[in-house]
């Protein structure tokens, strides 16, 4: 069974301070991780990540997996107020179908002015 | 439409009832996906739609539980005899062609409570 799980579990910082978000995932053939960001309800797309080592970057997020150690981390950078969100993170195995995401419980992250 | 749409967004029924949940992907989306969603809790595929077909419905809990497709657009998850335990935010999520290199766009959820 796929899994995924993440830390820390809440996270509160300052405006202008820089997070990292970790995810590390134990999955029956390794097919995608992925990073989404979830406000109210709809969870947002951040980041695909397939390939190890490379890092993806946009704006002031950016991540990187390491298919070795089987964990990737969400960097944020200059934190803002708008950045409050729980943060989720979820991997793509050939366990059941091609398309089940297992997601992890997600960090709570919270910005203060 | 511009992105994934449910309706209603919030739904209340008793025990017992038997409640739809609608999903109307992004247009031109072939893969459409259900998800479960719990307080405190990361979403949990529930069923996978490529098409008109179910291509892998083994994350729906029991029998209970049905989701359809009759024209591969809208979807509508139905659930018989609801419980308590049923009481959850519902995601549907579609992407372009189901593939392992697309993106799934999520929709915002209806939030089912189980009185």
């Known amino acids: 069974e796929d899994k995924v799980v993440q830390s820390p579990l809440s996270l509160v910082v300052h405006e202008g301070d820089t997070v990292t978000l970790n995810c590390s995932y134990e999955v029956t053939n390794f097919r995608s991780l992925l990073w989404y960001k979830q406000e109210k309800k709809a969870p947002t797309f951040l980041f695909m990540l397939t390939s190890s080592g490379i890092e993806k970057k946009s704006g002031r997020l950016s991540s990187i997996l390491d298919k070795k150690e089987l964990f990737s981390i969400l960097n944020i950078t200059a934190t803002q107020t708008g950045d409050s969100a729980v943060y989720l993170c979820a991997v793509e195995g050939s366990s059941g179908s091609a398309r089940q995401l297992t997601f992890g419980s997600g960090t709570q992250l919270t910005v203060l002015p | 439409g511009a992105g994934v749409s449910q309706t209603p967004s919030n739904k209340v029924t008793e025990k017992g009832k038997y409640v739809e949940l609608r999903c109307d992907p992004i247009s031109g989306h072939t893969a459409l996906y259900w998800y479960r969603q719990s307080l405190g809790q990361g979403p949990e595929f529930l069923i996978y739609?490529?098409?008109?077909?179910?291509?892998?419905d083994s994350g729906l809990p029991n029998d209970r539980f049905f989701a359809v497709r009759p024209e591969g657009s809208v979807s509508t998850l139905k659930i018989q005899r609801t419980e308590r335990g049923d009481s959850a935010v519902y995601l549907c999520?579609?992407?372009?062609?189901?593939?392992?290199?697309?993106?799934?766009?999520f929709g915002p959820g209806t939030r089912l409570t189980v009185l």
């Open positions: 739609f490529q098409g008109t077909g179910a291509a892998d």
């Open positions: 999520a579609s992407s372009l062609r189901g593939s392992s290199t697309d993106t799934q766009y």
